[in-house]
């Protein structure tokens, strides 16, 4: 198993789609923070204003939201949104998928016929993979508000550390999703699809409104996009992190047993 991990760190750091996944995420990262630093600035506004832009009181409260934004905050406001979710699913996915692509998989199964190391591998490349587009993400929240001469107030590092932490399990469990696609149909196609549509939140927004016509308890906030989103409330901090860990544990299991059943059950 180790020496199976110790390779696809190597093919990961080497891989196009790795670096295409990071680049990606860096560039709309750094958009979205130079969109912040437009409204937030009032001079920005002002001239804005001159030139013929409509401002509105909104737009005037929402640049003094921005103002007065942690730096906790302002990150959480764009990793939130399931934007990392999505990126994680896809990610893990192209990778995952190359085993089988280029045919690869029948040269490892050839050397060690265990399947299962062969799984347990991979779960531990989805827990390095979420790791390091998590922190990375992190960081460039943190840090590209400076290069612009915006500054968010400053929160404890223990406190950024503590959220980079909780982020990440969630993230970890939702590339253990992609896996399990992946070895379910040996193709990108359903990993692609579900990690845009549950990484955005929409099958919990689907399920939250089933659930409101059904008379159903409010399902949708185990779903991970939910956990991601409520993971931090400006103001309120960090939420329970005994949620967090079980949701984030349940999945990580649903989807690491399907991915042993899908990899013993198929023809490499």
Known sequence: MFNMLRTDLRRLFKSRSF????GVTA?????VTVMAYTIADPEM??????????ITESDRMMSEYIQNMSQLDFTHETLGSGFLLVMTGIGMTLF??????????????????RRRDYVLSKIALAGIYSGIITVLS?????LSPVLIHMYPVPDSSSQILWYV?????PHWAFALMALALVLLTRNTTLGIILSLVAGSGLTAVLVSALGR????????????????????????GIAPTGFVLTCSLVWA?????????SMEKRDI
């Open 27 to 31: 560039v709309l990262l750094m958009m």
């Open 45 to 54: 506004m002002d001239a804005m204003e001159a030139q013929g832009a409509e």
């Open 165 to 169: 932490l909780w982020m990440w399990l």
């Open 253 to 261: 299991a649903v989807y690491g047993i399907g991915s042993l059943l």
């Open 19 to 22: 670096s295409i996944i990071l």
């Open 96 to 113: 995952v998928n190359g085993d089988f692509s280029s045919g690869f998989i029948k040269n490892i199964c050839c050397i060690n016929p």
């Open 138 to 142: 992190v960081l460039l929240m943190l």
């Open 213 to 236: 016509l059904l008379r159903w308890p409010p399902l949708e906030q185990v779903f991970l996009a939910a956990v991601v989103k409520g993971l931090y409330t400006p103001g309120g």
